[in-house]
């Protein structure tokens, strides 16, 4: 009922954390924008369904939440560039991380305006590799699942 009263639009953000509450909100009406959070909807595979279900539902959305590092920022990155709106996306982080195999810099750039730009790789996957070694050298404890 509020954002039926506003001509301001409400933009969902904290209450997103699942497809079930984004359909809610679509029913209601309860809002005209959406910020998905990857880690607070469970993930790529929930933040692809609440992405898809508000472009049907003509709602724009934008990648919101926290600062994401390694592979987090490039997932969370890759979300973005589905989300087709004039929404800004949050800041991502991109922090050297020893594990990763990339040189995050490379997909920097200074877009036409003068801002820093991301430019994400035209390919599957996040365009990084993980160095194994390296990341088992570092860990606290393995597991095999098959």
Known sequence: MLQQSLRTPVSLDQSITSLER???AIDL????Q???DLGKVGGIT????IQKACEEAKIPCAVGGGPQHGIAAFAAA???TLCESSLS???FSWP???????DNTAFQEIDAAG????????????GCLIDTKILADAAVEQATIR
Do not use: G, M, T
Not at 29 to 32: A, G, P, T, V
Not at 96 to 102: A, D, G, R, T
């Open 96 to 102: 050297f991380e020893s594990w990763l195999c990339c």
């Open 89 to 91: 996306n949050q800041a």
């Open 46 to 49: 929930p933040a692809l369904e």
């Open 78 to 80: 890759a979300l973005a």
């Open 29 to 32: 009406q309860s809002c005209r």
């Open 115 to 126: 801002k820093l730009a991301i430019r994400l790789p035209n390919i599957p996957d996040s």
């Open 22 to 24: 984004v359909e809610q």
């Open 34 to 36: 959406v910020r998905i």
